[in-house]
C-alpha cells in the first residue's frame, strides 16, 4: 500500500512515486491568431478598439499561426520516439482546434504518429474569460473602466477577477482538473496539451509549485512553443520551457 500523499501547492503526490502520470506532458500556446496580431497592433498605437466581431472562441489562426502548427508537427516527428505524444488534449476553441488539426497532420504526414490520432476537446483547457473586459485593448479599460484598471494593476494578475471573468488561480482550478483526469486517463503514455496562453502558464504554476514572484518573472508564453514536463519521483518535472527553436522566424 502506498504512504499517505503530500499537498504541495494543492497538488498530491505520493511519496513512493505509484501516481498515475504520463511519460511526458507537452503544451503549447496555439499558433498566432487573427486576435494576436489586432491587439499587439492596437497596443502600439494606443487604439481604443479591434476589427473583431466575432466570438473569442472562434478566432482563427493567420497564415503565419497556421505556419507555426506546421513547424510544431515537424518538430513532434523529431522526438525521440518514446517523447512523440500519443495522445492530443485541447482547448475547444477555433485557433487552439486549428493548431492541433495542422501539427497532428504534419506529424502524421511524416511517419511519426498514427495517422488518425484522436483529439480530446475539454472545456477546462479554454482561454482566460475577462468577463466585462472582453475583446477591449489595454486604452480602451483605462478609458472605459478606469476603476477596474487600477484594481487589476493593485492587486496583479495572478489574483484579479475581472466582473464577469477570471483570475489567473481560477484557470489554475480548472487546470488542476485537468491534471488529475489526464494522469489517469493517458497514464504511462506522451501526451500533447494544446491550449491558451494562461493556461500553459497556469500549468507551469501547478506543476513546478511556483510562487507568485516565480510566476510573474516568466515570459509570455510564446504561440506555439513546447514546454516539457517527465515523470519522475512521483511527479512531472520540468524538461523545456516556452522553447522556440523550432519555428520559423
Known amino acids: 500500500m502506498a504512504e499517505a500523499g ?31 496580431v489586432e491587439f ?16 473569442d472562441a472562434d478566432i482563427p489562426l493567420t497564415m503565419h499561426g497556421q505556419a507555426q502548427a506546421q513547424a510544431l508537427g515537424r518538430w513532434w516527428a523529431d522526438l525521440p520516439p518514446a517523447d512523440r505524444p500519443r495522445a492530443v488534449w485541447c482547448s475547444p476553441y477555433v485557433r487552439t482546434v486549428e493548431t492541433a488539426r495542422i501539427a497532428l497532420a504534419q506529424a502524421s504526414g511524416l511517419g511519426a504518429v498514427p495517422v488518425g490520432l484522436p483529439v480530446r476537446h ?3 483547457l479554454r482561454d482566460r474569460e475577462l468577463g466585462v473586459l472582453e475583446m477591449l485593448t489595454r486604452a480602451a479599460i483605462e478609458k472605459e473602466h478606469p476603476a477596474e484598471a487600477a484594481r487589476r494593476r493593485r492587486m496583479g494578475e ?4 475581472p466582473p464577469g471573468g477570471e483570475s489567473w488561480l481560477d484557470v489554475a482550478l480548472r487546470v488542476r482538473g485537468v ?4 494522469s489517469e486517463e493517458e497514464a504511462g503514455r506522451p501526451v500533447l496539451v494544446v491550449a491558451h496562453d494562461c493556461t500553459v502558464l497556469m500549468l507551469r504554476h501547478v506543476l513546478d509549485r511556483l510562487t507568485e514572484p516565480q510566476l510573474m518573472a516568466l515570459e509570455p ?4 512553443s513546447a514546454s ?18 523550432h519555428l520559423p522566424g
Open 179 to 182: 491534471l488529475r483526469d489526464l
Open 40 to 55: 499587439r497592433r492596437a497596443d502600439e498605437t494606443g487604439a481604443l478598439s479591434v476589427p473583431i466581431t466575432s466570438r
Open 122 to 124: 475539454d472545456e477546462r
Open 158 to 161: 495572478l489574483y484579479y477577477r
Open 228 to 245: 516539457l514536463w517527465r515523470a519522475a519521483d512521483g511527479r512531472l518535472r520540468a524538461d523545456g520551457w516556452n522553447a522556440t527553436g
Open 221 to 224: 508564453v510564446r504561440n506555439c
Open 6 to 36: 503530500t499537498i504541495l501547492n494543492g497538488h498530491r503526490t505520493e511519496r513512493d512515486g505509484g501516481r498515475p502520470l504520463p511519460s511526458v506532458l507537452i503544451a503549447t500556446r496555439h499558433g498566432e491568431s487573427v486576435a494576436n
